[in-house]
Nanobody, 122 residues
Framework: QVQLVESGGGLVQAGGSLRLSCAVS????????AGWFRQAPGKEREFVAA????????YYADSVKGRFTISRDNAKNTVYLQMNRLKPDDTAVYYC???????????????WGQGTQVTVSS
């Protein structure tokens, strides 16, 4: 079993930055792809970014490309999401996920964290 715990969310003004962390425990993380998803009130969960197990391949949603950066440190069993130039539309609960392959589809992920709230004020 794999457990994921997100941290780093909070309230920030538009144009600001936050870095989310996802600590993974329970099994070696090195074999898993990882992704970040988000869900705003009244909306479906949507893909944000994903990274392959070795960190060599990354994927981004068009809405965050150029502003967000996903990375991972397998020695620390941690995935990060650096979010810059935040917009009010980025307000959502952000979820970390782990799966066999980095993917844009949420159904491909086996393990999920509880989420961390990100609120961007205008």
């Amino acid at each position: 079993q794999v457990q994921l715990v997100e941290s780093g969310g909070g309230l920030v003004q538009a144009g600001g930055s936050l870095r989310l962390s996802c600590a993974v425990s329970g099994r070696s993380f090195v074999n898993y792809g990882a992704g970040w998803f988000r869900q705003a009130p009244g909306k479906e969960r949507e893909f944000v970014a994903a990274i392959s197990w070795g960190g060599y391949t990354t994927y981004y949603a068009d809405s965050v490309k150029g502003r967000f950066t996903i990375s991972r440190d397998n020695a620390k069993n941690t995935v990060y999401l650096q979010m810059n130039r935040l917009k009010p539309d980025d307000t959502a609960v952000y979820y970390c996920a782990a799966g066999r392959v980095a993917n844009r589809a949420s159904r491909e992920y086996d393990y999920w964290g509880q989420g961390t709230q990100v609120t961007v004020s205008s």
